[in-house]
């Protein structure tokens, strides 16, 4: 059970979403008033009412965030159910799907729900920085070039393979990954 003196709220860096909720009408007055959350909370609405945000008077509005969520935009006025939900989302998401959700929003412009349905559907090229390393690693991959002798690899162009590749995908490199990503 939780004391009294204890927070359930407060700046948590490994947090999917950080938020700091002031209240807006004493904003507007010349008070600063609010603090950190992390999301997801499982008591939010306490937390702003902790916050001394009382909703049928006050509003709470969202001056700063930091997220751990690549590419999900802020709105000062966003739904903290939403921000909640996503960050609950994001927290249960396989490694492989967080890549994905976040290579859609960052790469195609979807937002977090279109990205999450569609995660499955992209391919991410680890280690590498063009298609001719895409290339190279599809060969090795699919053992294209297994029945080549060794010394007859060395001349197969995987630049040009590559180009061939590029025209038949979606493909991008991600900044933020540091790799080539396929969007099927």
Not at 28 to 56: C, F, K, Y
Not at 95 to 113: A, C, H, I, S, Y
Request: hydrophobic letters at 35%; a negative charge.
């Amino acid at each position: 059970m939780m004391t009294t003196t204890e927070k359930r709220y407060g700046y948590n860096e490994n947090a999917p979403i950080n938020v700091w909720i002031g209240n807006l009408r004493k904003y507007n007055e010349g008070e600063l008033s609010g603090d950190w959350v992390a999301l997801p909370n499982d008591d939010i609405w306490q937390v702003v009412e902790d916050l001394g945000i009382d909703l049928d008077r006050d509003e709470y509005h969202i001056p700063d965030w930091e997220c751990n969520i690549p590419g999900l935009e802020y709105f000062e006025y966003a739904d903290l159910d939403d921000l909640n939900e996503k960050a609950e989302t994001w927290m249960n998401l396989d490694e492989w799907q967080r890549e994905g959700v976040g290579v859609r929003m960052e790469l195609l412009g979807e937002d977090f729900d279109e990205a999450l349905d569609n995660c499955d559907d992209v391919r991410i090229w680890h280690g590498c920085s063009d298609m001719k390393d895409v290339a190279r690693e599809y060969c090795e991959e699919c053992g294209l070039l297994d029945s080549i002798p060794d010394n007859l690899r060395w001349y197969f162009d995987f630049e040009a393979f590559g180009r061939d590749i590029e025209l038949e995908g979606n493909f991008d490199y991600s900044v933020e990954l540091g790799c080539m990503v396929e969007a099927f």
